[in-house]
């Protein structure tokens, strides 16, 4: 059942791998969590990653915490916290820690379509302790290619599809939205597979269904109250949740300030509904409550449906 695929992990938690991940690794999400299209990766690590080019998916990724630097197309980049990228499949980047030495960089990594996991199960299996040639090799399967200076290939991606935004910074709509709701990657930017915000959730959200995006979200700051299945949760700073696609939830702030999440939409399209909501804010928002039924008027061509009581 569409339920059975609901999961709450715990701050620091992983998703069960094959074989154990470095401890500097873990799995929010995998393949077998989004039906193939992303994979998030929670990352706190201090090592650099040389010159290499993903041939299979793109790469999203977010800052927590510390100073990542993206080397991308002659310049370096230098990322702080609620900065974030996406590098193309088919074009080379590195990145290297910035901070001081004994740093760690907190940061999410989404790659789409999914499968980073499944290689990072391959290269801990292997034990290769840095050595680019073998992780080449391994690579094969997934699109990994390292450059080792010997037969490089040459890029083949479309470099304008790059993108770095920086804190509150938000990907151009079709309306502009209140920061609140910060678009960092549309379904335009991901082939469809999905769409990042950063938002505060400052008001309850009524009970609602997806009935074809699972939604996923990630706290940053606060605590969200969940209710689903007849249940209700508490995620606060550090965890994660999958609510999938065909079963109602609600979703209210827990904590004062309201909490700060990073909320995933797979497949994407939930910036569309939030633009719509924006539009007829007047209409569908009275005393700092949402109106289901007047909701409705403009969610459920995105088939998202509240209940009306």
Known sequence: MSKDRFFLLDAGASRPTRVPLPPWATVKAGVEDTQGRFTLMENRGGGSIPPHVHDTFDEFVYVVEGDLGLDYDGTTHHLTAGMSFLVPRGVTHAMRNLGPDGSAVHALQLSAPAGWER?????????????????????KPYGMRYHTGEGDADEWGDKERFFVLDAGEARPGRIAVPPAFSVKAR????????????????????????????????????????????????????????????????LRPGSNPPPRVIQISSPGGWECVVEALIEHRSEVSVAGRFDPAALNRYTRPYHVVYEEN
């Open 119 to 139: 290689y990072m199960e391959d290269i801990a299996e292997a034990g290769l302790g840095g050595d680019w040639t073998k992780a080449n090799e391994v690579g």
């Open 187 to 250: 379904t335009a930017d991901t082939d469809g597979l999905f769409s990042l915000l950063e938002v505060v959730v400052a008001q309850p959200i009524p009970r609602h269904t997806h009935h074809v995006a699972d939604e996923c979200v990630y706290v940053l700051n606060g605590e969200l109250e969940i209710e689903f299945d007849g249940r209700s949760h508490t995620a606060g700073a550090g965890q994660f949740v999958l609510l999938p696609h065909g079963v109602p939830h609600a």
